[in-house]
């Protein structure tokens, strides 16, 4: 059950939420916190309020393991504790991106700072689970700058061993994602006065003891130092009170200010400018007759040479001041001995001061948000840690004393107007029925101290504008007649019979945690002091408003009191404007013992803080409160009947449905404008069912965006198409257009077209173009060969056929003549033999039934025996004959064509031919005696060859090479051509494997 976490606490514990007590009564408030305390459990809740108390032991209520069980858990889930309050805080500035603030209050000793660092720690712990680097570096620069802050502003005090001494203001920016982007610190009026003087039983601050303690011989001694807090008049008081090792400390604050990212220069300065305040301490005056001097003015030397100043002027400043005379002239006056101490400690106070406020500025620009835009990043959101000093009442108080309380008293206001009167005021707005709840408002003495023209610190600011005429006693006589008549304030005027306060010096405020008493020359006090001229840039970065003229220092400057007023307004009114979250420190006793809890104090400290109203308005108030709108905004889609849009009458209607489904409808009340909701449980399990929603609606969007994303692109693709189409259609209609133009000669002979030039087609039209030019070639042949006359058609045929089977390796192969083919019977060729070789073709005719004569030719013949002879060749479409010229044309063999198998001839010009036949020697022979002489014939014989080869499906090898190979009666021979320019006829000659044909070259 959701309950679970608060009941591993059993009952024996009391109650974790001072709401859930059954009287709210201060007996039964001071029971159940006493029964906590002492079982341990220091922390109580008051609906989200955190009351502590502060146990002065360690318990084990800290560290990665407890840090573990809280985180991403509800308020109620686990037992109370601050890191529950850090993450409430968390939770609800990423969920609903609002700045919120976390305010510690309580007296000095209550555990505010302790309080302050748990939460951090808490913080920094469950942030930046992506290791993100510059998000470690912030969060290491706000984990150690508390270290830094609380050795140069904290002190052992009688009620506190480390008390901070200033104010903290801490802001820490978020990114979206809920991670530390970087900080900034407020420091608000560090208690400077502890640099000259302290309580008895109380230290100066820690710093002065670390460096005494903790530093080298070797970096004493540069510093003029001695290693014993006695010897020096500002730690003096508190050199026997040694409760912490300031040595370790000293390391720790080094190491820390290292990380921050202080150089050794500045940490350097730092330590020079300890030294100067601890020298200047022990400087004395002496009267002589030539006037002021200095006891020990090697002590001035040191100063001088620390803080890098000319001597001269930090003498001179000593000794005299330099003040403004009527008009613009200056006049320096020699002090007298309490001047001169006087204008000492101001100093020493001033450069401490300066110091401090440096610090913090360091820190601050290292802890800056870097580089980060709103509009690329979202806006970054804040949470604020204020940890202020507590209430305190001293024997007798200075001015700090008196801005502390009026501090506590301002956000004790805060802390009334938020928890206590908007609240109420709220509920009469809204028409809920209520029951009015009393508290103690102390408005009235805030007005007392920060009113315009009458409140104490404006008739402050006026003694302090009338320098020299206005005295102490002149300022408490204002007081007096102002709040003669005001219940929060008193003196010894007013009061005559009251002898805690003395006469011309004292008067009281009446806080609302207790009567505080100030003297009035504690709080009037003025001194000015500058580090302009020092020649170290460290130190003079610590003067950033440079060498005031000293006539505008007399123009009235804002006095520290109005300074303060203003930082404090400016600090309610930056929390007024976040979620405020508080924890409410209560102190168990003033001995700093662990386990005591003095009843007496503590229902004292319940009092003042109004813890009991708190409880009161608690109980019967609601711990959230929405507009109708906000809400329904927020959770509607929890509910059918308004998601997503409802159809009910109004918001405030629809708002009821959806409580009534959740059955939640008890736990809440209707406003006019605004629904309140009584528990945290409520909207605890409102959240979660949203929060199971959401990934569903993220997933809704996501399905509806995708869909938009796709069907634009798709139109887009389309529109391409489109376009595309066109573009296509357009060039392939100009390509034909240029088709056409660039062909429209084409038709006409000779050429048939033949030089025209095809334009590059577009890619789609290029099988297009290609079968084109097939079919243009093709018709440009048919063209070309309709002409031919018949009687030339066997001519070209066996053209064709040569072509194809020479495939380009001869070049010459007699192409343009006219072939004849028979040339034994033509009589041009065969003057002599032409009748009886026609004699002998009858013969062959009737014998061997031939049709046609392929080719007939002379030839010069080799046989293997290396013998040549003149023949002649006859090629029928039967046989391949070869024949004797002398003797009629007898045939001297005769191959049948079916046994030829291929012809070899050379690339040249030589008529050599070798023709290979199947089981027979093959047949070497150079055709010659033609006419004309040398006549290139051998292209003929392949085509014609060649040509009916293919007519009858025979096939037929041409080789070409000049080197021929010869198979004769099985031997391997080669035969080869070589031009002999004095040879009378080609004529064989034997050569080493065959033959060589000699070749009458031109
Ligand atoms: N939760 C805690 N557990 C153990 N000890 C604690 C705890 N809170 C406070 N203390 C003890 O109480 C001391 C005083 O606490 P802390 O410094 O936080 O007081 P404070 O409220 O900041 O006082 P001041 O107003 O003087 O600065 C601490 O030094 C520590 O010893
Ligand atoms: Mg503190």
């Given amino acids: 059950s959701l309950l679970t976490g608060r009941e591993e606490e059993g009952p024996e514990f009391g109650k974790p939420d001072f709401v859930l007590l059954d009287q709210v009564t201060m007996e039964d408030f001071m029971d159940n916190l006493k029964l906590r305390f002492e079982k341990g459990r220091i922390y109580t809740y008051i609906g989200e309020v955190v009351v502590s108390v502060n146990p002065y032991r360690k318990l084990p209520l800290y560290g990665p393991e407890m840090i573990a069980k809280y985180q991403g858990r509800e308020l109620y889930e686990r037992p109370p504790h601050l890191y529950a309050v850090a993450d409430a805080a968390h939770k609800a500035m990423k969920r609903r991106a609002k700045d919120t603030c976390i305010v510690i209050s309580g007296e000095s000793g209550a555990g505010k700072t302790e309080a302050s660092k748990h939460i951090m720690q808490y913080i920094a712990a469950i942030t930046n689970p992506s290791q993100r680097a510059e998000v470690e570096r912030v969060k290491d620069v706000l984990l150690k700058s508390t270290c830094v802050l609380e050795a140069f502003g904290n002190a052992h005090t009688n009620r506190n061993h480390n008390s901070s001494r200033f104010g903290k203001y801490m802001d820490i920016n978020f990114d979206f994602k809920g991670d530390p982007t970087g900080g900034h610190i407020h420091s608000y009026l560090l208690e400077k006065s502890r640099v000259l003087k302290q309580h008895s039983g109380e230290r100066n601050f820690h710093s002065f003891y670390q460096l005494l303690r903790g530093a080298k011989d070797g970096q004493l001694q540069d510093l003029n130092l001695q290693r014993d807090p006695a010897l020096y008049t500002f730690t003096q008081q508190g050199a026997g009170l040694s409760v912490n090792s ?197 408005s009235a003495i805030v007005e007392l101290v920060e009113r315009p023209h009458r409140g104490v610190l404006a008739i402050l600011d006026e003694a302090c504008a009338s320098v020299g005429t206005v005295t102490d006693r002149l300022f408490l006589q204002s007081l007096d007649t102002h709040h003669r008549h005001h219940p929060h304030y008193t003196s010894r005027q007013l009061c005559p019979t009251d002898k805690t306060m003395e006469f011309g010096r004292d008067f ?101 803080l109004g813890l009991l109203e708190n409880v009161r308005v608690r109980r019967a108030g609601f711990a959230s409160r929405q507009p109708y709108p906000r809400f329904l905004l927020r959770y509607k889609m929890t509910c059918e009947y308004t998601w997503p849009n409802h159809l009910l009458g109004s918001d405030k209607s629809a708002v009821g449905a959806l409580l009534e489904q959740h059955g939640l409808k008890d736990d809440v009340a209707f406003g006019h404008n605004k629904l309140f909701i009584r528990s945290p449980r409520t909207l605890v399990t409102l959240e979660q069912s949203r929060a199971r929603l959401i990934p569903i609606i993220v997933l809704l969007l996501q399905k509806a965006w995708r869909g938009t994303l796709a069907r634009r692109r798709c139109r887009r693709l389309k529109a391409i198409y489109t376009i595309m189409g066109c573009f296509r259609r357009h060039k ?23 030089d025209m030039i095809w334009p590059t087609p577009p890619a789609v039209l290029q099988p297009f173009q290609d079968t084109c030019q097939g079919l243009f070639r093709r018709w440009r042949a048919r063209q070309l060969v309709k002409n031919i006359p018949p009687s030339d058609m066997a001519q070209i045929k066996a053209k064709v056929a040569a072509m194809g089977a020479l495939q380009g390796l001869r070049q010459d192969w007699g192409c343009g003549r006219a072939w004849s083919r028979d040339y034994l019977s033509s009589t041009i060729d065969n003057p002599t033999a032409a009748a009886p070789f026609a004699q002998q073709l009858k013969n062959l005719k009737e014998k061997d039934g031939f049709r046609n004569v392929l080719f007939s030719s002379h030839v010069r013949k080799v046989n293997r025996f290396n013998k040549s002879r003149d023949r002649a060749l006859l090629l029928t479409d039967k046989h391949l004959y070869k024949l004797e010229p002398n003797k009629q044309y007898r045939v001297m063999r005769a191959v049948p064509l079916s046994q030829v198998t291929g012809l070899s001839v050379t690339s040249g010009q030589d008529q050599l031919v070798v023709l290979h036949a199947k089981g027979q020697d093959d047949l070497v022979v150079c055709l010659h005696r033609t006419q004309p002489k040398m006549d290139n014939r051998i292209g003929e014989l392949v085509g014609m060859l060649a040509g009916h080869f293919q007519g009858v499906g025979q096939d037929l090898e041409v080789r070409v090479s000049d080197c021929i190979q010869l198979n004769q009666r099985g031997r391997r021979r080669h035969v080869s051509v070589e031009s002999k320019p004095d040879q009378p006829t080609p004529d064989f000659r034997h050569s080493r494997d065959g033959f060589v044909l000699l070749w009458p070259s031109p």
């Avoid at 001194?527 to 440079?546: A, E, F, I, K, N």
């Avoid at 979620?579 to 003042?608: F, M, T, W």
């Fill in 246 to 442: 300031d040595e370790a400390n000293y390391q720790a604050v080094i190491q820390a200010m290292k990380v921050i990212g202080f150089s050794s220069d500045e940490m350097d300065c730092v330590h020079r400018i300890l030294a100067a305040i601890l020298h200047l301490g022990n400087i004395q005056f002496v009267e002589t007759e030539s006037g002021l001097e200095v006891a020990e003015e090697r002590l001035v030397d040191h100063v001088a040479r620390l803080t890098a100043t000319p001597r001269d002027l930090v003498m001179r400043s000593l000794l005299s001041r330099t003040v403004a005379s009527g008009g613009r002239e200056l006049i320096e006056k020699d002090h007298s001995a309490p001047e001169a101490r006087y204008a000492r400690d101001a100093c020493a106070k001033a450069i401490y001061e300066r110091l401090f406020g440096w610090i913090v500025g360091r820190i601050n620009e290292v802890m800056e948000a870097r580089g980060r835009d709103p509009r690329r990043d979202g806006k970054d959101t804040v949470i604020g840690v204020l940890d202020i000093y507590g209430f305190e009442i001293f024997p007798d108080n200075s001015f700090e004393q008196f801005c502390i309380n009026y501090c506590n008293e301002k956000l004790q206001q805060l802390f009334i107007q938020l928890i206590l009167k908007q609240e109420q005021e709220e509920y009469q707005r809204e028409g809920i029925t209520w029951q009015n709840i009393e508290y103690f408002n102390n």
């Fill in 508 to 608: 009281r405020i009446k806080h609302y945690a207790g009567d505080v008493t100030s003297a009035v020359e504690g709080i009037l006090g003025k001194g000015v002091c500058s580090g302009t001229y020092s020649t170290d840039l460290t130190l003079r970065s610590m003067w950033p408003d440079g060498q005031q003229d000293i006539t505008e220092v007399t123009k009235r400057p804002l006095t520290a009191g109005t300074l303060f007023k203003n930082s404090m307004v400016a600090l309610v009114e930056n929390l007024a404007a976040k979620e405020p979250y508080y924890v409410r420190c209560i102190k168990p006793n003033e001995e700093k013992s662990p386990g005591h809890l003095d009843e007496e104090r503590c229902r004292h400290q319940v009092a003042y």
């Fill in 732 to 754: 392939v209609r100009t390509h034909l257009t240029e088709l056409q133009n660039r062909f429209q000669a084409a038709r006409h002979p000779p050429l048939y077209g033949r």
